[in-house]
């Protein structure tokens, strides 16, 4: 096939090589722009957008120019298979049919690389842990020929193999492991079982007798469409069958577009032996992490989706195979998650539990991505002037406010920086909104006041209303919302959110308008938690439709003994568009028990045991939803308060997560925090959002809430990168060493995938748009 060329400029070579270099790193993250000349087709540059099907690709023909050619030009394929070094394919650069000096780069460095030259040929070589599709630029004073190649990746195992230490982690030695921190894996269970060895049970698994229909094989989690970012630690796999256990289990994973396949069997987890039956099952985390980062990308048909197929296998007769496709977002979630737990052991502040010593804590908690159980951020041991629950958090994750304990009229601010945490008195609030930037909040009670200290801002705008409930700013900080307890102007207000104007400058509020307006219903039908998404055009909240033993009449929405309540959003510029969020909230898909669970719990001294003891009412039990502040791979990332059934790990009455009322040493809580995806490109009106994935890392024998996922405190310039939103100035660029934080070139018209952006410095890439703040993919693929 004729190469094509496209023209971009006369530059030197010398100069184009040291480009390539800092271009040849490669990411995978969901687009490729640099900050320098804006990606435009009025520019007349490539946009190394995604190709729409397999085959040589490079831009229009000058007639002009001498032609470079690169060969083969045909779309090549490179086979590797996991924990082999992989083969490699060779290109020869050519002009007039004679060898000719290019400089060489690939887009995709975690799939394959190239060495820069300048040189008449290079090796593309496979990196062997991600498959996808790799374009291979070849450059020469301006000329630039594009060459595809395909790298598909395979794998199959039988048994966990423990010298991989991403899969040694996930074996469980004894029984306190299993619910130590996270769990086993960060995800909980009894981790990867051994090989399997009867021969009869391994030729089963490869050719089932049956679907599994007959004995109601289910797969409980994860949901089937659920949305998944990059980097996150594989999913705990649970299933429900009449058999109620199984000897042997094979999983296969494979991309649509084949760049991904792999199989592997395994049988019973040794600690089984002690504990139940095999019921669950993990998958290898270096795994899920080479499946993951395979796809996500695009086929000429359409997203490059992960499917997962599941066979068991007992009395060696096997079943399945039972499938799920899932969603793989094109980027990584950084960042850290800040959530309170009442039952923690990390800190032991109150007394009086059914379980254990006797002893637990109140408690804000920490989980960096990839950590396998969380950290303790707020509150010690001691009493109940150590407790630290009711919290609020800032979208740059420099601060934290958290009221005492032990007098619910003090509060203190944590100022969170790289190496430490600092603990001073502020101005009183248990639920305030804090700005993007950390340096002032708002308080329940219409108070603005400075961080950190106790230092009041005067504001105007406000005086209409005396109670904000739980309001909270945008992630530009240009407006607030709040669902108001108290108002001199509007009707009915507990049953309305309302969203403000303001500007940080003169802290005036304007603007005021109502986007949710529940006053026509039954009074207990009110909005709270709300919160918006990254580019500040949509709200989501929670929507109560019962506030249980608690009443009726608080600014914070309970979420406990009887509360019942899903996660909506609408317009943050009317109420014209209020939709509830039904994949998010799990209508039509949820499982439920086959029946109810009898025990006998407390909440605060109230029986609540019999409240939705088999979960047939878990879509309704969907509250305090945050969001992301930074969108990614196309979607904006809800976090949320959740006491549906986490499958068959976490399946005891939901309202039975107090530690005074239950034992949570020998039973787990179902009140977790859950992700789930939301289209950043569709607005209110329609249900935008995808089935929701359990959050790693919580604590499996503690009730958890009101999860803050926001970004690290800020890297200075020269420290390490891998977006721009985890650098001061905004800018994660290549250095030396690799990617390195830095500002922005002086000369630059405009701003890089995931670095900062303005009104007056755009996105380079074309296909990028700036939401929140910084350049990304506006919508999913």
Not at 168 to 189: K, R, S, Y
Not at 678 to 688: C, E, F, S, Y
Not at 698 to 716: H, I, K, T, Y
Request: hydrophobic share 35%; with cysteine; charged share 15%.
């Amino acid at each position: 096939m004729p190469a094509s060329i496209s023209r971009s400029g006369a530059f030197l070579l010398s100069m184009i090589v040291a480009g390539v270099v800092a271009a040849a790193c490669g990411s995978d993250l969901e687009g490729e722009g640099k900050p320098g000349t804006r990606d435009s087709d009025e520019a007349g540059t490539s946009s190394g957008g995604p190709s729409t099907g397999f085959g040589d690709t490079d831009g229009s023909t000058n007639p002009s120019s001498k032609p470079l050619d690169v060969q083969p030009s045909g779309l090549q394929t490179i086979q590797a298979v996991l924990g082999q070094a992989p083969p490699t394919v060779a290109f020869t650069a050519t002009m007039n049919d004679q060898p000719i000096n290019v400089a060489w780069a690939v887009d995709r460095g975690e799939i394959a690389s190239v060495d820069a030259g300048p040189s008449s040929s290079a090796t593309v070589k496979a990196t062997g842990t991600t498959g996808g599709l790799v374009t291979l630029s070849a450059s020469l004073n301006g000329q630039v020929v594009k060459r595809e190649v395909l790298v598909q990746v395979t794998g199959t195992q039988n048994g966990v193999n423990a010298n991989i230490p991403a899969q040694d982690a996930q074996i469980a030695h004894n029984p306190a492991e299993l619910t130590a921190g996270g769990g086993v894996g960060g995800v909980g269970g009894e981790g990867l079982g051994g090989a399997v060895t009867d021969p009869a049970t391994a030729t089963a698994l490869g050719a089932p007798s049956s679907d599994g229909t007959a004995k109601h094989l289910t797969l409980l989690y994860p949901y089937d469409k659920t949305v998944f970012p990059r980097g996150m630690l594989a999913p705990l796999l649970q299933w429900r069958w009449d058999e109620g256990d199984a000897d042997a289990i094979a999983i296969h994973l494979e991309t649509t577009s084949k760049s991904f396949s792999w199989t592997g069997t395994f049988g019973r987890p040794a600690i089984l032996g002690t504990t139940g039956k095999y019921i669950r099952s993990p998958i290898p985390q270096d795994v899920w992490a080479a499946a993951t980062n395979s796809a996500g990308g695009t086929t000429s048909s359409g997203p490059d989706k992960l499917t997962m197929t599941l066979v068991v296998a007992k009395g060696g007769v096997a079943y399945g195979p039972i499938q799920e496709t899932w969603t793989i977002a094109p980027g990584r979630l950084s960042g850290t998650i800040y959530y309170n737990s009442y039952g923690t052991k990390l800190a032991e502040n109150q007394g009086d539990a059914v379980g254990g010593n006797k002893r637990f804590g109140g408690a804000v908690l920490s989980i960096r991505v990839g950590d396998t159980g969380p950290k303790l951020t707020a509150g010690t041991n001691g009493g109940d002037a150590q407790c630290r629950v009711c919290h609020s958090v800032s979208a740059n994750g420099a601060s934290l406010i958290a009221q005492l304990g032990n007098n619910s009229a003090l509060s203190s601010h944590y100022a969170i920086t790289p190496t430490s945490i600092n603990e001073t008195p502020t101005f009183n609030s248990a639920y305030p909104a804090i700005a993007p930037d950390g340096a002032s909040a708002l308080s329940s009670n219409a108070v603005l006041f400075a961080l950190p200290g106790t230092t009041l801002v005067p504001t105007t705008g406000l005086t209409d209303f005396s109670n904000l409930g739980t309001p909270a700013f945008s992630p530009d900080g240009k407006a607030v919302v709040f669902n108001p307890m108290a108002s001199s102007t509007l009707a009915k207000p507990t049953q309305k959110l309302v969203v403000m104007d303001y500007d940080a400058t003169t802290h005036a509020f304007s603007g005021q308008r109502v986007v949710f307006d529940a006053s026509a219903l039954d009074a207990k039908v009110r909005p709270g938690w709300p919160a918006f998404l990254p580019d500040a055009k949509s709200i989501v909240f929670q929507r109560q439709s019962d506030p249980g033993l608690d009443g009726n009449g608080l600014g914070d929405l309970r979420t406990r003994k009887g509360a019942y309540a899903q996660i909506y959003w609408t317009s943050s510029a009317d109420a014209n568009s209020v939709t509830p969020l039904d994949n998010l909230n799990g209508k039509g898909y949820l499982p439920k028990l086959p029946a109810k669970t009898i025990m006998s719990c407390t909440g605060d001294t109230l029986p609540v045991g019999d409240y939705n003891a088999d979960h047939a009412l878990d879509v309704d039990q969907n509250y305090e939803p945050t969001v992301n502040p930074v969108a990614t791979g196309g979607y904006a990332w809800v976090v949320f308060t959740s006491r549906r059934m986490y499958g068959n790990e976490a399946t005891i009455p939901p309202f039975c997560s107090d530690p005074r009322g239950v034992d949570l040493v020998q039973n787990i809580t179902t009140k977790k925090l859950w992700v789930a995806a939301i289209d950043l490109n569709a607005p209110p009106g329609t249900d935008a959002s995808h089935p929701a994935f359990y959050l790693p890392a919580q604590e499996l024998l503690a009730g958890n809430a009101r999860g803050f996922w926001v970004l690290d405190p800020c890297r200075s310039d020269g420290e390490s990168c891998s977006s721009g939103d985890q650098c001061c100035n905004g800018s994660c660029g290549a250095g030396e060493a690799g990617l390195v934080c830095g500002a922005s070139p002086p000369n630059a018209t405009c701003a890089g995938h995931t670095d900062k952006c303005t009104d007056t410095l755009p996105c380079c890439d074309s296909r990028d748009r700036c939401i929140g703040g910084f350049c990304t993919t506006p919508g999913p693929q």
